[in-house]
């Protein structure tokens, strides 16, 4: 059929029911939609639209899949958001009550680190790697910039993938900007539906970039004097790839864990989860309590210091804000 005929005949479909799509972009009060048939329409909540909760910033995220109405201008109003598979949430910002749902429906977080500028800490991707636990998200570790990694630089770097690893989170060392290491993350993402998320600058828009060169996705700089990246990307993403889909999203400065309690932290370390059974206490949080499994772990060298050491200051930051809070 003549492709206009097509349209045409599409456009008059769409008039008399509702559609259904993901949300590939979301941007303030517009939501881009990706229908099944290729077509995308920017479309906004219909006014009455109940919000689920008053705590969430955004009621759609990128990821949701919704079912609007056309409008005669060509925009949609959406109805309906299907119920979420997963989703990824953080606070608004540190002290808020608010929450933000970075995507939902996910299938894998590409934590997206460095060892180059900006480094990250390992206390930023702990609480990523939690976060992802709790909400039953599986994770990629991925350190980006290696060609800027010197010798020293190398052997840290094996250190924390090996400590990572035996954690049980899969570690790809690769570099954008080289292309070294690329092809290792293929397996992992391919046919899935994938969320980058990280500090801003570490290379989510490059890496994707360097997976699909047609993407052109706008890459930022480091700033010279505090080697930070400049939030390049300002709104999230999803982009077809390989049978799934890449989320590409702004930068973060501190991910901020939402509605976590200290007696449940543990559960969210699988090392810990190995062991903790065998704490004298059932409501053990492992930190002065005597009999302590995890604490032995520590000691023995089974688990690694510097996680346990991300544990404690996260439950210490978990009672402040909840005290804060209420
Ligand atoms: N040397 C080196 N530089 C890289 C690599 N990947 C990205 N960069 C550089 O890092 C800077 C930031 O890259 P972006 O892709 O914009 O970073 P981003 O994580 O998307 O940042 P936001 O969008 O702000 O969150 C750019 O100058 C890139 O050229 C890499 O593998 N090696
Ligand atoms: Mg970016
Ligand atoms: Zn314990």
């Not at 010279?224 to 930068?251: M, N, Q, V």
């Not at 190995?274 to 009999?291: I, Q």
Request: contains cysteine; negative net charge; hydrophobic residues 40%.
């Amino acid at each position: 059929m003549n492709i206009w005929l097509f349209r045409l005949h599409f456009s008059f479909f769409l008039y008399f029911c509702k559609v259904n799509g993901l949300v590939i972009r979301a941007t303030g009060s517009w939501y881009r939609v990706l229908c099944e048939e290729g077509e995308v329409f920017d479309c906004r909540l219909r006014g009455n639209y109940r919000l689920r909760g008053n705590k969430q910033t955004n009621p759609v995220a990128v990821g949701d899949r919704v079912h609007f109405e056309l409008q005669t201008d060509g925009t949609g109003l959406i109805a309906e958001v299907d119920d979420r598979r997963n989703y990824i949430v953080r606070r608004a910002t540190k002290l808020s009550k608010q929450t933000h749902v970075i995507a939902a429906n996910i299938d894998l977080l590409c934590v997206v680190a460095t060892l180059g500028a900006p480094r990250t800490s390992t206390g930023f991707i702990d609480r990523l790697l939690v976060t992802a636990e709790a909400y039953h998200i599986p994770v990629c570790l991925v350190f980006n910039k290696c060609d800027l990694y010197d010798d020293e630089l190398n052997a840290v770097q094996d250190g924390l993938a090996s400590i990572y690893r035996s954690a049980g989170y899969p570690v790809v060392v690769l570099s954008a900007f080289t292309g070294e290491g690329i092809d290792k993350l293929r397996p992992y993402i391919e046919g899935r539906t994938v969320l980058f998320s990280g500090h801003s600058g570490v290379g989510k828009s490059a890496l994707l970039n360097a997976l699909d060169p047609s993407l052109q996705l706008r890459v930022g700089e480091i700033s010279d004097w505090s080697l930070k990246g400049r939030h390049t990307t300002t709104y999230a993403e999803i982009h077809p790839f390989a049978g799934g889909y890449l989320i590409d999203t702004p930068g973060i400065k501190e991910f901020g864990m939402v509605d976590f309690n200290v007696q449940e932290l543990s559960h969210f370390y699988p090392e810990m989860r190995a062991v903790l059974p065998r704490c004298r206490f059932t409501n053990c949080t492992h930190r002065h309590e005597p009999g302590c499994a995890v604490k032995a772990a520590v000691d023995d060298g089974i688990i690694d210091q510097e996680r346990y050491a991300n544990y404690l200051s996260i439950a210490e930051q978990i009672e402040n804000d909840n005290e804060t809070r209420s």
